[in-house]
Structures are given as structure tokens and as C-alpha cells.
């Protein structure tokens, strides 16, 4: 689970942790990261904070109606309640929550547990076995007992019958 790690979060998600539960401590007041490859689509270009860039993701998957079961009309009411402004620099800012409290909105609790929930895609991690590489991309100094480091324990390890179930 993602926590809001600013301010009185911090401390719930270190209580969750303590619990036992996987806990994913986002600090949505952050800057977000330059990425200048990207150029003009740079996030750091149109958002102060990861909280305005995560809501952008929420409101361009419902945009594309990609958000399915979103039936809480209290989710929804709160979603429909946020603003947004611009900085001197045209980034988008989510509007804070003392501001809206003056404008009588109570705090966005499960808009906010949505933000975390769907703001950040899983990372997607991929691997490729060493099995599957042509033989020439397998060797590497730490495998190979001809390689001029000399032949590492690890390749030994490899080699032998304790590596896989039940060894190690």
C-alpha cells in the first residue's frame, strides 16, 4: 500500500510497517524529476509537485474512460472539488488544502487515496535468463574460468549442484 509519507503519514505508514503490512512510503510534495529527453513533455515543465502529476494521471484516465467501478459519490464529489492554479512559471499546483478549506470543502481523504493508489504505474521489471543469451553474450569474468581476472568461487557455485532447489 502507498501512504503519504508528508506530515502525519509519515508516522501511520512507519505503524503499518511495524504491522507487518508492505508499505510504500510517497512523498507527493516532492518536485518531480527532470527528465530532459523528454523536452517539452519534461514533467518538471508542467507540474510543481508529484501530487499535481498524479492527479493529471487520474484525470487523464478518466478522461479516456480507462477507471472503471468508480461508483463513491463521495470519491467523486471530492475529486470534482479540487482546483488547480498556476505558477509564475505555468506548472500546475494543486490547490492547498487550507485554501479550500476556506472555501468550506472538507479534506479530500479518499480522492487523496485514490491519487496514491493510481498516481504512480507499478514499475514493470524485466530479466532474461542467462540461459536464453547465445553463448558469446554469456561470458562475463565472474563466470568464466578462462577470463584474465581468473575463475571466480561464484562460477564454481554456478557449475555445481547445490545452486537451484533446494541448495544454497
Known sequence: ?????????????????????????????????????????????????????YYQRIADTLEHDALDGLTDDITVNQLSTLRYELDPRGRMKIESKEKARERGVVSPDRAEAL????GEPPQVMEWTSIRQLPAQSRRHPVFDEDSPLGYSGLGTLLKSRRFGPGGF
Open 1 to 53: 500500500m502507498r501512504v503519504d509519507a508528508d506530515g502525519v503519514g509519515h508516522n501511520f505508514g512507519l505503524h503499518l510497517r511495524d504491522e507487518g503490512f508492505p508499505v510504500q512510503m510517497v512523498h507527493v510534495g516532492v518536485p518531480v524529476e527532470e527528465q530532459p529527453n523528454l523536452q517539452m513533455e519534461d514533467p518538471a515543465r508542467r507540474f510543481v509537485n508529484r501530487k499535481a502529476q
Open 115 to 118: 491519487m496514491l493508489a493510481l
